[in-house]
């Protein structure tokens, strides 16, 4: 969960593996694939089995993503127990850039667990501790009803 440690992950989905650098664990390829299910950035500072993770992303395997329901579902798992919802900004694509949506929630569990300087928005202007978000990928231009990944991190990264 977004706020937990290093050691609870590593009980759940296994060891890092070969992807993984200081500070950025890997976890729990798929089989037959090179993909890797979680990517966890750690809080700034200390690379340890205590550290706490300040970023989950969560990756469907390679040509098979998920639905809406189903990337939810995953995702919604890493969230803090005491998430409230704030609200959701869609995000167009481009040529270059395969769109998304923010889901925004506010956790004061996470309010306690970060300094207020880890909770910024896309500008870096200091926002609301306690607020994060998940951003949902889209898998294609124009497939808005399947998802490769999503995001869930500490503040808001939209302005919106």
Known sequence: MLGGTLGAFVAKFGQPND????????????PDSNIDYLILQQAPGQNSYSQTIASVTVQADEGKPWDITTAEA???????SDAV??????IAGSASQLGSFDM???????????TADQFTDAN????????FDINYLYNATNDFSHI?????QLSMQQTQ
């Open 124 to 131: 870096q202007n200091p926002v609301k501790p306690g607020l």
């Open 19 to 30: 992807h993984s650098s200081d500070g950025q664990p890997h976890l729990q390829r798929y």
């Open 85 to 90: 919802f704030q609200k959701r900004i869609d």
């Open 104 to 114: 925004g929630y506010f956790s004061a569990t996470l309010a306690k667990e970060f």
């Open 74 to 80: 995953n995702c919604r798992s890493f969230m803090p």
């Open 148 to 152: 490769n990944s999503c995001s869930i």
